[in-house]
């Protein structure tokens, strides 16, 4: 069977034509992710949510009672239609040398994939879209322009892009690591800034099967989508989409009053959450977001408290309070996703949602594997004693 992948092989070729490479052990490095990266994006998309001082539900809650009870509700009044999941696997290919300057090659996969439930409870793909990203810093960072108008030249397949991870969007990477970083840390907050938009396009395909009683829900959180979601209330269609993140900030204060005693920290506020039940509903990003917990195990199930636990953002760009009935129905709902588990094939399973682990593993599984990138990645050797 063919590599796929030899259709990229005559950009390869060209960068390693016109460019010293010192390449990575093997062809390539898999680059890990931080296991914690969704805690981290939680802190640096919304830096100053680690203060809150507001509810965002109506009636407005008695900050004596935190918690509102939310028993899973049967099958056939599940509110939640889609699910959608997006995964990246990014490698590291070597480090390039132009004149005086050197840089990074990374090669990133990128991928998005809807699950639809349907009437009788099954699963099935509703859609899926990935990519394989070439990341490479353009102009005094990195490649000239010169070479880097050569290399768009070469036909390549639609499923390709190349990306220049120094540019700046509206998605920017910029958001998620400081400019001073290692150029591998902006490549790969790049490619997640890729999934995030392929995210995105799929939501929009689930636009016209949305209403108030298929919703989708999106894993992470919905400060991503924020202007698609934005422009969907616009067009008073109602986005009917919520975020659920298995990771979030540690961090938070809340702030019910100005006594010492009426001060509280996350960790106390999720030790005392009960099974089953929610947190009232806080507002954050400007007040244009409600967001509370839910534990959806035991404590007696997990090992420590703040496991079980999921993070709930509902966009509220109206800046108008949810109401407690649908805070309550959605958290009954997602109470009722808790099962089946990946125990033991998640490191998450506590908080995971199965329809989104099946998105994941369907995002994975079509991910061409490192001996397929490896096949296709042949740099030229550099000379041993001498000089590049």
């Given at each position: 069977?063919?590599?796929?992948?030899?259709?990229?092989?005559?950009?390869?070729?060209?960068l390693?034509?016109?460019?010293?490479?010192?390449?990575?052990?093997?062809g390539?490095?898999e680059?890990?992710?931080?296991?914690?990266?969704?805690?981290?994006?939680?802190?640096?998309?919304?830096?100053?949510?680690?203060?809150?001082?507001?509810?965002?539900?109506?009636?407005?809650?008695?900050p004596?009672?935190?918690?509102?009870h939310?028993?899973p509700?049967?099958?056939?009044?599940?509110?939640?239609?889609?699910?959608?999941?997006?995964?990246?696997?990014?490698?590291?290919?070597?480090?390039?040398?132009?004149?005086?300057?050197?840089?990074?090659?990374?090669?990133?996969?990128?991928?998005?994939?809807v699950?639809?439930?349907?009437?009788?409870?099954?699963l099935?793909?509703?859609?899926?879209?990935?990519?394989?990203?070439?990341?490479?810093?353009?102009?005094?960072?990195?490649?000239?322009?010169?070479?880097?108008?050569?290399?768009?030249?070469?036909?390549?397949p639609?499923?390709?892009?190349?990306?220049?991870?120094?540019?700046?969007?509206?998605?920017?990477?910029?958001k998620?690591?400081d400019?001073?970083?290692?150029p591998r840390?902006?490549?790969?907050?790049?490619?997640?800034?890729?999934?995030?938009?392929?995210?995105i396009?799929?939501?929009k395909?689930?636009?016209?099967?949305?209403n108030?009683?298929a919703w989708?829900?999106?894993?992470?959180?919905?400060?991503?989508?924020e202007?698609?979601?934005?422009?969907?209330?616009?067009?008073s269609?109602?986005?009917?989409?919520?975020?659920?993140?298995?990771?979030?900030?540690?961090?938070?204060?809340f702030?019910?009053?100005?006594?010492?005693?009426?001060?509280?920290?996350?960790?106390?506020?999720?030790?005392?959450?009960?099974?089953?039940?929610?947190?009232?509903?806080?507002?954050?990003?400007?007040?244009?977001?409600?967001f509370w917990?839910?534990?959806?195990?035991?404590?007696k199930?997990?090992?420590?408290?703040?496991?079980?636990?999921?993070?709930?953002?509902?966009?509220?760009?109206?800046?108008?309070?949810?109401?407690?009935?649908?805070?309550?129905?959605?958290?009954?709902?997602?109470v009722?996703?808790?099962?089946?588990?990946?125990?033991?094939?998640?490191?998450?399973?506590h908080?995971?949602?199965?329809?989104?682990?099946?998105?994941?593993?369907?995002?994975?599984?079509?991910?061409?594997?490192?001996?397929?990138?490896?096949?296709?990645?042949k740099?030229p050797?550099?000379?041993?004693?001498?000089t590049?």
């Amino acid at each position: 069977m063919a590599n796929p992948l030899t259709q990229v092989t005559p950009i390869l070729d060209l960068l390693g034509r016109e460019l010293k490479i010192l390449p990575a052990t093997g062809g390539a490095v898999e680059d890990l992710q931080r296991p914690d990266q969704e805690e981290i994006e939680d802190i640096l998309v919304d830096a100053e949510a680690n203060t809150v001082t507001a509810f965002a539900e109506t009636p407005k809650p008695d900050p004596k009672n935190l918690y509102r009870h939310t028993p899973p509700i049967c099958r056939d009044k599940k509110l939640f239609r889609f699910f959608i999941d997006g995964s990246i696997r990014t490698c590291f290919l070597g480090t390039a040398i132009e004149g005086t300057r050197s840089f990074p090659i990374e090669l990133a996969q990128v991928g998005a994939a809807v699950i639809e439930r349907q009437q009788g409870g099954q699963l099935r793909i509703f859609k899926h879209k990935q990519k394989v990203l070439l990341l490479l810093p353009k102009e005094n960072q990195g490649i000239s322009d010169t070479l880097w108008s050569q290399i768009h030249k070469i036909d390549i397949p639609e499923f390709f892009e190349i990306v220049d991870f120094t540019f700046s969007d509206r998605s920017s990477s910029d958001k998620l690591v400081d400019a001073k970083k290692d150029p591998r840390d902006k490549a790969g907050a790049k490619a997640r800034s890729k999934m995030h938009k392929l995210e995105i396009e799929l939501i929009k395909a689930t636009d016209a099967a949305r209403n108030e009683d298929a919703w989708l829900i999106l894993d992470g959180s919905v400060k991503f989508v924020e202007e698609d979601i934005w422009d969907l209330w616009e067009n008073s269609k109602g986005p009917y989409v919520i975020g659920v993140a298995k990771s979030f900030r540690k961090d938070p204060m809340f702030y019910f009053g100005k006594r010492p005693s009426q001060r509280k920290d996350i960790s106390t506020i999720l030790a005392g959450l009960p099974h089953e039940h929610r947190t009232v509903a806080f507002s954050t990003y400007d007040d244009k977001v409600a967001f509370w917990y839910v534990r959806l195990r035991e404590q007696k199930q997990v090992d420590y408290p703040l496991m079980g636990v999921v993070k709930v953002e509902v966009p509220r760009p109206d800046k108008k309070p949810i109401p407690t009935e649908l805070a309550d129905l959605i958290s009954s709902a997602l109470v009722a996703e808790r099962n089946v588990t990946p125990y033991g094939l998640d490191r998450r399973w506590h908080a995971c949602l199965y329809p989104i682990y099946v998105a994941e593993q369907v995002i994975k599984s079509r991910f061409f594997s490192k001996e397929v990138l490896i096949g296709t990645i042949k740099w030229p050797k550099p000379p041993i004693g001498g000089t590049l």
